[in-house]
C-alpha cells in the first residue's frame, strides 16, 4: 500500500480549507476517501454533511414519486387488460406451403390469455402493495388505488367463474 506523502496530506488540507467536498478531494489527490478522512480527522477537521443530507431527502422525495408515477402507470395497464378480458380476441397464422395468413375472432381471449391477464393483474396488485408499504407519503390515494384494483380482480374472478358448477362425478 503506497505511503501517502507529506505534500499530498497538504494538499489535502488544503482543499478541504477551500470547502471542496471528501470525493472530489480523494479524486484531485489521488488517494482514497478513507485516507482523506484521516487525514482531515488527526488536523481536527470534518466535512459538512448536511447538504448530504438534504440530497438524500431530495432524492428519497423523488423516488417516491416515481414509485407512485410507476403504481399509476401499472394499475392502469393492468386495469385495460381486465376491462377488455370479455372483448373478441382475434387469433392469427402464417403456413402452410404458400405462408398463408388465416384469422378467427373468437367470443373472447382463450382461458390461457385469460390467466396471463389475471396473473398479471395480480402481480401489479403484489407490486403495488410492496410500493405503498415503502412510500410514507399519499397514504390515502396508495389505498384508494389499491381498492380499485381489489374490485377489478373481483369483477374478473366473477366473469371467469362458470356459470354452474361442474359435474362431480
Known amino acids: 500500500?503506497?505511503?501517502i506523502t507529506d505534500e499530498q496530506r497538504e494538499h489535502v488540507?488544503?482543499?478541504?480549507?477551500?470547502?471542496?467536498?471528501?470525493?472530489?478531494?480523494?479524486?484531485?489527490?489521488g488517494i482514497s476517501a478513507g485516507s482523506v478522512t484521516n487525514i482531515c480527522r488527526a488536523a481536527d477537521r470534518s466535512f459538512d454533511?448536511?447538504?448530504?443530507?438534504?440530497?438524500?431527502e431530495a432524492r428519497q422525495i423523488d423516488l417516491a414519486a416515481g414509485r407512485t408515477r410507476l403504481a399509476e402507470k401499472?394499475?392502469?395497464?393492468?386495469?385495460?387488460?381486465l376491462d377488455r378480458i370479455d372483448?373478441?380476441?382475434l387469433v392469427y397464422s402464417f403456413g402452410g406451403k404458400?405462408?398463408?395468413?388465416?384469422?378467427?375472432t373468437l367470443e373472447s381471449a382463450p382461458v390461457e390469455v385469460?390467466?396471463?391477464?389475471?396473473?398479471?393483474?395480480?402481480?401489479?396488485f403484489d407490486k403495488l402493495t410492496r410500493i405503498v408499504e415503502k412510500s410514507d407519503t399519499g397514504l390515502e390515494?396508495?389505498?384508494?388505488?389499491?381498492?380499485?384494483?381489489?374490485?377489478?380482480?373481483?369483477?374478473?374472478?366473477e366473469r371467469l367463474r362458470p356459470e354452474t358448477p361442474p359435474d362431480e362425478d
Open 98 to 104: 404458400d405462408n398463408d395468413y388465416n384469422e378467427h
Open 141 to 157: 390515494q396508495a389505498v384508494g388505488v389499491i381498492d380499485t384494483l381489489a374490485a377489478g380482480f373481483t369483477a374478473a374472478a
Open 1 to 3: 500500500m503506497p505511503t
Open 13 to 29: 488540507l488544503a482543499l478541504h480549507a477551500e470547502g471542496h467536498p471528501r470525493n472530489e478531494i480523494a479524486r484531485r489527490v
Open 87 to 89: 372483448d373478441p380476441y
Open 114 to 124: 385469460r390467466r396471463n391477464i389475471i396473473t398479471t393483474a395480480g402481480i401489479t
Open 74 to 81: 401499472m394499475l392502469a395497464a393492468s386495469e385495460a387488460m
Open 49 to 56: 454533511r448536511s447538504e448530504t443530507k438534504q440530497a438524500t
